[in-house]
């Protein structure tokens, strides 16, 4: 596929990156200069730099199978996802980080995904301790979000090896300063932070799950 991503914000960078190892036709759009250039030389991708708010910048991923709205405001996000729209992109996608937003989205038709990861770093820069495991309030009604912190049984292992019962996602992994968005064979490493996707009615058994490993 054609993938256009706006924004070479963290969330932007690591779907880049995933969907580069996946083999699609990725391109870039990031407006300032010295941060598009040094994604180019890093990750050898057409890297348009450019206001994509602007029309004229837009027109250049018109084709596009998936535009991907990925910068860290939502007011950009929307002018973005609007404008592609517009232009007939076929599928837009928004993050978002204000759940009051998410109305303005579905009212143009957007796909948007709240930025859970914005909520997630918010909430684990003020806690002042750090269990291995620990719930992540984020605002939906059916979801909510653990931090699995890796200890040494799971050292090494690939994700695939370990075992979540059904409604639950590993969606990516905290390695330092960096976030991956993982495959099946993604080796995790001691220290690693799984963040995990978990319908509430599960969380207890995905944390007794992962006890139990």
């Given at each position: 596929m054609?993938?256009?991503?706006?924004?070479?914000?963290?969330?932007?960078?690591?779907?880049a990156k995933q969907l580069i190892k996946d083999r699609h036709d990725v391109v870039i759009i990031e407006k300032d200069e010295e941060k598009a250039e040094k994604i180019a030389s890093m990750l050898d991708i057409k890297v348009?730099?450019?206001?994509?708010?602007?029309?004229?910048?837009?027109?250049?991923?018109?084709?596009?199978?998936?535009?991907?709205a990925a910068t860290s405001n939502d007011a950009t996000n929307f002018m973005v996802a609007s404008l592609a729209k517009q232009m007939g992109i076929k599928r837009i996608l928004a993050l978002y980080t204000n759940p009051q937003h998410k109305e303005l989205f579905s009212k143009i038709g957007i796909e948007s995904i709240i930025n859970f990861y914005e909520i997630a770093a918010n909430y684990i820069k003020n806690l002042i301790y750090n269990p291995i495991v620990r719930k992540i309030?984020?605002?939906?009604?059916?979801?909510?979000?653990?931090e699995f912190k890796v200890e040494n049984k799971f050292d090494k292992k690939k994700l695939k090896d370990i075992e979540l019962p059904e409604d639950s996602w590993i969606m990516a992994i905290e390695r330092g300063n960096e976030l991956i968005?993982?495959?099946?064979?993604?080796?995790?490493?001691?220290?690693?932070?799984?963040?995990?996707?978990?319908?509430?009615?599960?969380?207890?058994?995905?944390?007794?799950?992962?006890?139990k490993q």
């Open positions: 054609y993938i256009a991503i706006v924004g070479a914000s963290k969330i932007g960078m690591a779907l348009i730099i450019g206001d994509a708010t602007e029309s004229e910048i837009l027109a250049e991923v018109q084709k596009a199978d998936v535009l991907v309030p984020i605002i939906t009604d059916k979801f909510e979000l653990l968005l993982p495959s099946y064979n993604t080796v995790i490493n001691r220290g690693d932070k799984l963040l995990i996707l978990v319908n509430k009615e599960r969380a207890d058994k995905v944390l007794e799950k992962l006890e």
